[in-house]
């Protein structure tokens, strides 16, 4: 069983910073990319930030300059690091993990259960 766990959201003033973490635990072969989405109610979920299969991560034009991603691979981590923090960062954000569960298993995506981040003075 792969579990993806969040920490990290919570009510912030606008300017203000927050740091997301996400580990991944359980047993798998590898993982191929990590990254952080977002959604609002009655949205479709977007990219915030993600590592894919290339070392470079992306990051949605809204949050360039402003969010930083990171990753432990020892510790199958991913983190983001916000700053400068707008009410419209407000939403639900969600670990996305690409895993394969075996070496001959295509990559199959895993989600975290979600941490609500506040933006709001």
């Known amino acids: 069983q792969v579990q993806l766990v969040e920490s990290g959201g919570g009510l912030v003033q606008p300017g203000g910073s927050l740091r997301l973490s996400c580990a991944a635990s359980g047993s798998f072969f590898s993982i191929t990319g990590m990254g952080w989405y977002r959604q609002d109610p009655g949205k479709q979920r977007e990219l915030v930030a993600a590592?894919?299969?290339?070392?470079?991560?992306n990051y949605a034009d809204s949050v360039k300059g402003r969010f930083t991603i990171s990753r432990d691979n020892a510790k199958n981590t991913v983190y983001l690091e916000m700053n400068s923090l707008k009410p419209e960062d407000t939403a639900v954000y969600y670990c996305n993990a690409k895993i394969r569960r075996r070496s001959v298993y295509a990559p199959a995506d895993y989600w975290g259960q979600g941490t609500q981040v506040t933006v709001s003075s």
């Open positions: 590592f894919t299969s290339r070392d470079s991560p």
